[in-house]
């Protein structure tokens, strides 16, 4: 199929290219021509595994281009709109301009019988608002609404192989052609079984958000628990560990620590429970409130420990291990890691800080702090290591070769993710959150 992604960001360039790998010709569309510019070299803007690979054959193949020009969509059967939902500066509520400004440039070159089809994530109702727009501009376009469901550092693999696929869609004959179009687009994933929900607009949009209001809920719970474990000698760990063995819970998404961050689900929530504010439902959700603070406490706790062991924060040296806000991607936004690193030095700490991957971009938005190349050059003369995203390469540092170039051997474990045992024998005071 010729299909068409307006928007190329992080979710836009994956979908681009996952596509066009897929066999479909694809053209992306961003107003951003430095991206673009990138985009089209092989270049992504952004790290993520996998990516290189997928653009340099979808490019070589002749299937994938990239465009600033919105008339480059004219002829595609499938239009995607991809772009971000910030939250709004100075409100929780999601920020709808990008979006309402790719559907208004994109409906210029849309013609009836084709297939619009949203990815961003949006507030419950705004796909309802849209439709309207689609078939007072171009009466005989169809909407659709297509969630996605990407995990950072798998995103490519996620696009080609998702383990649902959701299709919010009008009800008639309308919206049962768009469901065949989709699974046209996702043939292969369709053809292996993965499970197709059909539903309409606001539940579509609620599938999104529901879920990582979930997943958010989960990782707060269990950092909640690590809170009384701390007051109270339990092991936080082996907690998640009991419970997780419960097939009603599970143990994904269930480990302590600094809790979550990222350009999904800290603005998600908050403009989920913004949506239904506005909804005059906010009783609904007011327990994201708490999962907010909660998320948000863990960050200021590993501050706590620093100071506590040191005895203060004026002029103690601290290494902090990673930058992202998970591994495997260079995703800085609302990383528990950078706002820690910012938050020992705005205290009076020499923080050093290393990531195999986030430095350049944590360079620009943390200019004050001093940055690494690698774990062992952050660590010299540190008073303490603070491991914070938990890189393969952090999790098997050898304990006594880090002591070497540390002054004080104290690591605080930021993911609970090494193994004291095998710390403490190396002579280090070891500090897990909730253990």
């Known amino acids: 199929m010729r299909i068409s992604v307006i928007g190329v960001g992080y979710l836009g360039a994956v979908h681009a290219a996952a596509m066009a790998d897929l066999g479909h010709t694809v053209v992306g569309v961003d107003v951003d021509e430095a991206k673009i510019a990138a985009l089209s070299e092989g270049r992504a803007p ?37 772009v971000g939902t910030p939250q709004s500066a100075g409100s929780d509520a999601a920020d709808l301009r990008f979006v309402d400004a790719a559907f208004a440039s994109l409906l210029e070159h849309v013609a009836p019988g084709e297939v619009i089809v949203g990815k961003s994530t949006v507030p419950v109702g705004t796909a309802g608002r849209l439709a309207e727009l689609v078939e007072e501009r171009v009466p005989g376009a169809t909407l659709a609404w297509n969630p996605e469901f990407l995990r950072e550092g798998f995103a490519v ?66 950092n909640a628990m690590a809170e009384i474990a701390e007051v109270t000698g339990a092991d936080v760990t082996q907690l998640a560990d009991a419970i997780g063995h ?99 030095a705005e205290g009076g700490a020499v923080v050093t800080a290393t990531d195999p991957e986030a430095v350049p971009n944590a360079r620009r938005r943390a200019p004050q702090l001093v940055y690494a190349d690698s774990a062992m050059e952050a660590a010299r003369d540190a008073d303490i290591v603070v ?13 006594r070769e880090l002591g070497d170039r540390v002054k004080v051997r104290t690591v605080i474990d930021g993911r609970n993710t090494l193994d004291p045992h095998t710390w403490r024998t190396a002579g280090w005071t070891y500090h897990g959150l909730g253990r």
Do not use: M
């Not at 997928?54 to 995607?80: C, E, I």
């Not at 491991?387 to 304990?399: A, N, Q, V």
């Open 157 to 222: 693999q996620d696009t080609v192989s998702p383990d649902r696929l959701v299709y919010g869609v009008p009800a008639g004959p309308r919206g049962e052609r768009a469901v065949r179009v989709l699974d046209e687009v996702y043939a292969s994933a369709v053809a292996a079984g993965t499970p197709v929900v059909v539903t309409d607009y606001a539940t579509a949009e609620l599938v999104k958000v529901a879920a990582n209001a979930f997943l958010a809920t989960k990782i707060s719970f269990i």
């Open 46 to 82: 952004f790290f993520e595994p996998g990516l290189p690979g997928v653009l340099a054959s979808a490019l070589g193949s002749g299937r994938l281009s990239f465009t600033t020009d919105f008339a480059a969509v004219a002829g595609a059967q499938v239009h995607f709109v991809a």
């Open 387 to 399: 491991l914070i995203t938990e890189w393969p390469e952090f999790r098997s540092l050898d304990p």
């Open 246 to 344: 419960d097939a009603r819970i599970g143990r994904r998404f269930l480990n302590a620590g600094v809790g979550f961050g990222g350009g999904c689900l800290p603005k998600d929530i908050r403009a989920f429970s913004a949506r239904a504010r506005e909804l005059g439902h906010g009783e609904s959700v007011r327990f994201l409130d708490e999962v907010d603070k909660i998320n948000l406490r863990r960050r200021e706790r590993v501050v706590e420990l620093v100071r506590e062991e040191a005895g203060g924060l004026e002029g103690v040296r601290v290494a902090v291990l990673g930058l992202a806000f998970k591994p495997h991607s260079d995703d800085i936004r609302d990383s528990p890691a950078l706002d820690i690193a910012v938050r020992l």
